[in-house]
């Protein structure tokens, strides 16, 4: 304990020797450390941050892919937010299905995340089952539900009729189509359900028990305890979701084409056009841009608001 | 006490309602790939097909060239299967447990990926490809796989490499053991679990993914089964007992993959959301 007691020269000597022990070994560490993680580092520099600058230059671009191309500053994103028709009716079906999906998809998980997290036996079979639809390939899935669909032969419509109420045209209707794509997405909402289970089993059960002591019922629980408690699990699916749904595409490939008269005419879609079908790589490279700073927007201000509806728990 | 019973009958209920509700698709999509034409389009429907028409799935391995699709999906499947796993877990052992100058930034980024749409990059990689001559290649669709596989895979190993108690690489390195070998012999044997789970990721990954092929590839024999099920979408498009046994073979193997290693899978998803 007392320094002083302790020879001088001895200390000295054992110590740049240590230094030099120490010195060696994060050197190594150093050169492991970026051997492991080089892959990542590469592919973030190749896959990410390269394109993102290049697609940021396309954007002032009027690059078609086949002859000569130029500067043109910012012409395309005049062009957009001007002339571009599709854009605005692109930027509003994307929203009116990015929020509507989100917040009926998090509202069915939780409530799946709830059924799975009753005790009863054969549990874990019952979560199975919740969560298969998710396994479903994509394309898969649209193929069935474009069956299901069906205004004629379908069997939403059998059931609408079974039970005496209007047929109705869903994906084949402009105002029936995106709540339509929503449904599908709230049958999938599965693997949303397990990462909310997690939550709901880390929820304190004596807080549980004292609202019921205090003569509290279900909705008080839920509302006072559940929800506070997984509060940061709501804001991580929220973000995923919002996230996920801004770039939806395949539902709008594969089961309705964009349409009706443009009405699934996702952003992601609009830019496939351009870019795939049109060619037009400089136009689309600043759509691209545009949703970028859409999503960032929306991310920040969840963020932002966050800090006064999510609760992380005393240690975390 | 009685009001418990009440209570738990109703959840009960409930939960079989809500299974069945899930499931009813399923069914859907069963009986009607098992159906012929005209029994498929009566209305009100019937529950049962009259005689299960199991020719159904011999004809569409006729009129589409499925086993083709099949191979050329598992030709890009395998080397990305083990690219990801591999360059995954190393990746999360080198964040999770060595220090050197940058990490955190490094780290930082790369979990910033997750949020960045695609559509951003796509555009810039798809020229590069094309700059490359790789378009109607698999590369596009299989080299990427190498290079860790992707922030959210990156994140999870870290987080289960973070949680093997430090003592273990401690002692090996006063034993005199590189951080290569505690990674290989020491560490890698202990994240079995997820790396099964990353492993499911990308095969379902793989085996749903519709836009990376529809983008690099337009030659019909390279179509992968996504692109193969959308052709005959194209083509058979009144032929539903055709398209529904399709898609029934195409989800198959998701699925008995899915209960083959569903109790590591179901653990791992949720991981996912609650640490970090």
Excluded at chain 1, 95 to 118: K, P
Excluded at chain 2, 89 to 109: E, I, N, Q, V
Excluded at chain 2, 168 to 185: M, N, P
Excluded at chain 2, 216 to 228: I, Q, R, S
Aim: proline residues 5%; neutral net charge; aromatic residues 16%.
């Amino acid at each position: 304990m007392n320094i002083e007691n302790i020879p001088l020269g001895n200390n000295r000597t054992r110590g740049t020797v240590k230094v030099k022990g120490i010195n060696n070994i994060r050197r190594k560490e150093i050169f492991w450390g970026y051997f492991f993680t080089l892959p990542a580092i590469l592919g973030l520099l190749i896959w990410t941050i390269g394109p993102m600058i290049a697609s940021l230059y396309f954007s002032f671009t009027d690059y078609k892919v086949v002859g000569d191309f130029q500067w043109i500053g910012f012409q395309n994103y005049t062009e957009i937010f001007k002339n571009d028709l599709n854009f605005k009716k692109s930027l509003f079906v994307t929203f009116y299905f990015a929020i509507g999906s989100t917040i009926f998809t998090l509202a069915a998980a939780l409530f799946v995340a709830i059924l799975m997290n009753i005790s009863v036996k054969g549990q874990s079979l019952f979560r199975t089952m919740f969560y298969l639809p998710v396994i479903v390939p994509a394309v898969a899935s649209n193929i069935l539900w474009l069956w299901l669909f069906n205004p004629d032969f379908g069997l939403l419509n059998s059931i609408l009729d079974f039970v005496n109420l209007p047929k109705l045209m869903w994906i084949y209707d402009e105002s029936t189509v995106i709540p339509s794509l929503i449904l599908l997405s709230m049958w999938s909402c599965g693997g949303t359900a397990l990462i909310f289970l997690a939550g709901l089993q880390d929820v304190p059960k004596q807080l549980l028990e004292a609202v019921e002591i205090d003569g509290g019922n279900w909705w008080h629980k839920f509302r006072f305890v559940t929800v506070p408690s997984i509060s940061p699990v709501i804001f991580f699916n929220l973000i995923m979701g919002l996230i996920g749904s801004f770039q939806a595409f395949t539902q709008a490939y594969v089961m309705t084409e964009g349409g009706p008269n443009n009405s699934t005419l996702f952003y992601v879609f609009l830019i496939y056009r351009e870019a795939f079908q049109k060619n037009n790589m400089g136009y689309a490279s600043a759509l691209s841009w545009i949703l970028f700073l859409v999503i960032l927007i929306f991310t920040l201000f969840i963020f932002k608001s966050s800090k006064s509806w999510v609760h992380y728990g005393g240690g975390k | 006490m009685k009001l418990k019973t009440v209570n738990r009958s109703i959840s009960l209920f409930v939960l079989i309602v809500g299974a069945i509700i899930s499931l009813i698709p399923f069914v859907w999509l069963i009986r009607s790939s098992l159906m012929t034409t005209t029994e498929i389009f009566e209305f009100p429907p019937k529950l049962l097909p009259e005689e299960f028409q199991w020719s159904n799935y011999v004809e569409i391995f006729s009129i589409i060239d499925f086993l083709l699709y099949f191979k050329n999906t598992l030709i890009i499947l395998i080397p990305v299967l083990i690219g990801t796993i591999l360059t995954c877990c190393m990746c999360g052992y080198g964040f999770a447990r060595l220090k050197f100058p940058g990490r955190d930034m490094w780290f930082g980024l790369i979990i910033a990926t997750m949020m960045l749409p695609g559509a951003v990059t796509l555009i810039p990689t798809f020229l590069m490809w094309s700059e490359l001559e790789a378009i109607n290649t698999f590369w596009p669709l299989i080299i990427p796989a190498f290079f860790g596989g992707g922030g959210f895979f990156i994140f999870l190993m870290r987080q289960f490499f973070m949680n093997i108690p430090r003592e273990l690489d401690e002692s090996a390195l006063i034993d005199g053991a590189s951080h290569f070998q505690i990674f290989t012999k020491i560490l890698l044997p202990l994240v079995k679990a997820p790396m099964l789970v990353v492993g499911f990721f990308t095969f379902m990954g793989v085996w749903n993914d519709f836009f990376g092929p529809l983008i690099f590839l337009n030659d019909e024999a390279k179509y992968t089964l996504a692109l193969g099920l959308l052709q005959l979408k194209g083509s058979y498009a009144a032929d539903w007992h055709l398209m529904m046994a399709a898609a029934a073979v195409m989800t198959l193997p998701a699925i008995v993959i899915f209960f083959i290693g569903q109790r590591y899978f179901i653990e791992g998803i949720s991981l996912t959301g609650i640490k970090g």
